[in-house]
């Protein structure tokens, strides 16, 4: 960042000279035996202090947070709860003058050590790595008050769309937040903010230009499975700079759309080798959509993209790369990033005669807050919008673990602002439907008199089943990616040996991502006597049910609708034949999907056939609300009783010869 502002001196004191002013332990805290918000509570905050303060130091802005916690722990499961403190930080930032100390019911105090904390990689992936600052509260114990606190440092930066957690995974009595603002002619922004899922505060003024918003008796946050983004659900601020207040949504929406137009027109400017290329690619014969097509698959095998895995860019090519200023930039190096990729995309489009822009999205990852929540901060990916038939499609090639004609789920069914000059279209993102996302998983198997289960495996995922795969192995090598399939198969098949394992079309987004290998399960069925008991939906061995709360406080949003389809060939082993064989009955989910499992008896050759069809969010993405949430919760711990359905086999009786 230039040094914009003249020399300012904003002294934010450090944590651990905060430290030396927190609040002391009192007796009645040390006293305390139950929680004051929450009566289940194991540990429960008394105070929770954030402070935020945008500085100047030779001429250059910074922001620095400082945070304090107290917390009171009342049993055994609570001090689990706080055996370990994890501060997670995004790149760029730096965690420094971390303190903590324990106060034991005695009063004896026992500090954090030094070299008790270590740094370790919290998450990677997908160009986002956020890191963490560990360490091990000392001395805990029920009826303990631990105490810490440290300092977040963000250099050339200020609290510019910063969001601040008002929840944790315990209650807290008391929570205050001090914001001090950057003052400046030269910066001609105000600090404002935004709460979602907690009160509207009232903010006081405090000494050194800081404000103070406050709340108390804060609820626990406690995630669900399958809930909506914790940011639709969990307490939390937003902390920005703007220079208006009181904006009318549908007039900030409208200019934010022709302001994108204008600043993309040049990014997608049509010359003569662009046309040229759309000329050829969609001269060919074939419908709108596949002529889409075949410049979606150009702009991915044309250009690598510097950010994706296994591009084979060489480490010389990575320095030497210039930022692409136009798509004929990005046709002469033929390298660039995802948004370069997306332009050249839109170009091409255009100079072949479609009506494409781009667009900025929302993330359903991060969470939906809706049109009436003014600011460009909630539409933060951005996609390539293309008219077909007068409705909107949105497409991707920027992103490359995608096929054709999907986003990633974090932006299906989501708000979309597509650019234009006069009147910007403000829509909802095409959804995937249930047959785009397909597991679909095959076995050729034997089994024994011992009740060992033998033979091949073969596990094909299509959409975002695919997309999921490829995400989570992009940095990983064969023999990584090789390893880490070879621990989920024996997660759920207990110490079963694998061999053979192949992973298939890593990169190739048009083919399902495969893995085959060859399995051997010892004790797979159970004997007892002269009979066998075996699970026939063998990929569902050892799975747990969906859900096992009984009650649910916030709605059930899943992240895209899937189909299961499987087939499992098993032979018995000579001399038994089926004792007990009945299915259970299908399920009918109406609109949402279906359920049905089958068998097949082959008595000649002593070969049983299973197979299972499940298919959930048929027409699209699924919702249900909490109030629904016993309805679907008895449909899963149905699907799981029909999972676990046992075979009977037994052997035949030999009659000794005269």
């Given amino acids: 960042m230039r040094a914009l502002f003249a020399p300012i001196y904003l002294c934010a004191v450090s944590a651990a000279a905060f430290a030396a002013n927190w609040p002391p332990v009192t007796p009645a805290e040390l006293a305390a035996t139950a929680p004051k918000v929450e009566k289940d509570a194991h540990a429960e905050a008394i105070l929770w202090d954030i402070r935020v303060a945008d500085e100047v130091t030779s001429n250059y802005p910074h922001s620095v947070q400082i945070h304090y916690l107290k917390i009171k722990i009342f049993d055994q499961p609570g001090v689990d709860m706080l055996a370990k403190v994890d501060i997670s930080y995004p790149k760029g930032a730096t965690v420094s003058d971390i303190w903590a100390r324990t106060t034991k019911r005695n009063g004896e105090t026992v500090e954090l050590g030094r070299d008790a904390i270590f740094d370790r990689v919290l998450m990677k992936g997908g160009g986002v790595r956020w890191n963490a600052r560990s360490f091990a509260l000392p001395g805990l114990e029920p009826g303990a008050v631990v105490e810490y606190g440290w300092k977040e440092y963000h250099e050339e930066a200020v609290a510019d769309y910063v969001p601040i957690d008002l929840q944790r995974e315990f209650p807290v009595e008391a929570i205050n937040v001090h914001l001090k603002p950057l003052v400046h002619p030269m910066f001609p922004f105000h600090m404002r903010t935004m709460v979602f899922q907690v009160p509207q505060p009232s903010f006081s003024e405090e000494r050194n230009g800081f404000s103070l918003a406050s709340w108390t008796n804060m609820p626990a946050f406690k995630e669900e499975p399958d809930m909506p983004a914790e940011r639709e659900v969990r307490g939390w601020m937003l902390v920005y700079y703007e220079d208006k207040a009181d904006i009318q949504p549908e007039k900030y929406w409208k200019d934010h759309g022709r302001k994108l137009f204008g600043a993309y027109k040049s990014e997608t400017k049509v010359d003569g080798e662009v046309r040229s290329i759309a000329d050829e690619l969609t001269g060919k014969p074939g419908t709108d959509e596949q002529k889409l097509q075949r410049l979606y698959e150009y702009c991915r095998t044309h250009v690598r993209n510097i950010n994706g895995p296994h591009n084979g860019l060489t480490p010389e090519q990575r320095t030497h790369f210039k930022p692409n200023s136009s798509p004929h930039d990005t046709l002469k190096q033929e390298i660039g990033n995802g948004r370069d990729i997306d332009l050249l995309f839109t170009a091409l489009a255009t100079a072949g005669g479609f009506d494409a822009r781009m667009a900025r999205t929302g993330d359903r990852g991060y969470g939906i807050m809706g049109w009436r929540t003014p600011n460009m901060y909630f539409l933060p990916a951005w996609s390539v919008a293309v008219n077909l038939n007068g409705k909107w499609r949105f497409f991707d090639p920027g992103v490359p673990t995608l096929p054709f004609g999907m986003l990633r789920w974090q932006e299906e069914g989501a708000p979309a602002l597509v650019s234009d000059p006069k009147d910007p279209p403000m829509v909802m993102t095409n959804a995937s439907l249930a047959k785009d ?91 007892t006597g002269k009979r066998l008991f075996f699970q026939p939906a063998v990929f569902q061995k050892n799975e747990a049910p969906r859900y096992t709360s009984t009650e649910r406080k916030h709605p059930v949003q899943f992240e895209f609708p899937w189909s299961e389809n499987d087939t499992v060939t098993i032979q018995l082993p000579e001399g038994f034949d089926l004792d007990h064989a009945d299915m259970p009955p299908p399920l009918d989910l109406q609109t949402v999907g279906h359920y049905t499992a089958r068998a097949f008896w082959t008595k000649g050759t002593r070969t049983f056939k299973y197979t299972r069809d499940f298919v959930f969010g048929e027409q699209g993405g699924v919702v249900v609300s909490e109030k629904n949430y016993a309805t679907l919760k008895a449909i899963f711990d149905s699907i799981h009783e029909k999972d676990t359905h046992m075979i009977t086999v037994k052997q035949a009786v030999t009659t000794a010869a005269n």
């Fill in 437 to 527: 996302s397909v597991k679909r998983r095959t076995a050729n198997l034997k089994l024994t008199d011992d009740g060992t289960l033998e033979g091949d495996v073969r596990i094909e995922l299509t959409g975002h089943l695919a997309v999921g795969q490829r995400v989570r192995f992009e940095d990983d090598n064969e023999a990584q990616i090789a390893e880490a399939v070879k621990k989920e198969i024996q997660s759920q098949f207990g110490e079963a040996e694998i061999s053979d394992l192949k992973v298939e079309n890593l990169t190739d987004t048009e083919k399902p991502f495969a893995t085959s290998f060859h399995l051997k399960a010892a004790g797979f069925a159970q004997r």
